[in-house]
């Protein structure tokens, strides 16, 4: 029987949890990774009063409408990529493959697809008085806040590197979601770019880019 698998943060080879811990305390741009987040891509009707109840019933949070905009409870956060597609983002990865099992067996029969990403991809965490600055550098997207405030996304790029990007809060903190083939160059432009305003890194909010066993 095998002892289990090793499974890495696409930023691992950074050591960002031994580096937060001599990082300064004073700094313009904070950064984490949150590594081993669930990713679903949903697709389906929004006109669909099924689709939308099985949706709320059992991610526990309605689907936003709004072009660019989020809904969210303190667990799931439910991201608008288009007119009939979204990505819900849970706790960790079991919690997606339980909510995607469930969602296919009540859509059953609906206009409805549930495709897991997680493995694909990882979020960045950026926030301090200087990110938007810092994002100005390689977002062409208005990130001020007339233009763009809490619980707004959207998809972009980040030095070439195409992106999903919500505002979390107005301190201002943002999120951005990147494609593991992307993570490890957009991480090291991020430090370059951010090392002009003092940059401090904090340890990843989930789990240990050193890698965790999941069972085999």
Same mark, same amino acid.
């Given at each position: ?9 696409? &930023? ?17 741009? !904070?950064?984490?990774? #949150? ?25 526990? !949070? ?15 956060? &439910? *991201? ?7 990505? &819900? !983002?849970?706790?960790?990865? #079991? ?30 965490? &950026? ?37 999903? !990007? #919500? ?17 490890? *160059? ?10 002009? *305003? ?7 909010? *989930? ?10």
């Amino acid at each position: 029987m095998s002892d289990g698998i090793i499974r890495e943060s696409p &930023l691992v080879r950074f050591a960002l949890g031994a580096r937060a811990a001599s990082a300064a305390a004073n700094a313009g741009i !904070v950064s984490a990774e #949150r590594p081993f987040l669930g990713h679903l891509n949903l697709r389906g009707d929004p006109g669909n009063a099924r689709f939308a109840a099985c949706v709320a019933d059992i991610a526990g !949070v309605g689907i936003p409408i709004t072009a660019n905009t989020v809904t969210h409870t303190p667990d799931n956060t &439910l *991201y608008w990529l288009g007119p009939n597609e979204w990505l &819900l !983002v849970t706790p960790g990865e #079991r919690e997606a493959g339980a909510v995607a099992r469930s969602l296919r067996a009540g859509l059953a029969g609906c206009f409805a697809a549930v495709t897991e990403v997680s493995g694909g991809q990882t979020v960045i965490a &950026l926030r301090g008085p200087s990110v938007r600055d810092l994002l100005a550098k390689g977002c062409p997207l208005d990130l001020h806040p007339r233009a763009f405030g809490v619980d707004r996304c959207a998809q972009s790029h980040l030095a070439k590197a195409p992106i999903l !990007v #919500r505002q979390v809060d107005a301190a201002p903190s943002f999120e951005i979601i990147v494609r593991r083939s992307f993570a490890d *160059y957009l991480w090291l432009w991020l430090e370059d770019a951010a090392a002009e *305003y003092g940059h401090r890194i904090e340890a990843p909010a *989930y789990g240990s880019t050193a890698g965790i066993r999941l069972p085999g």
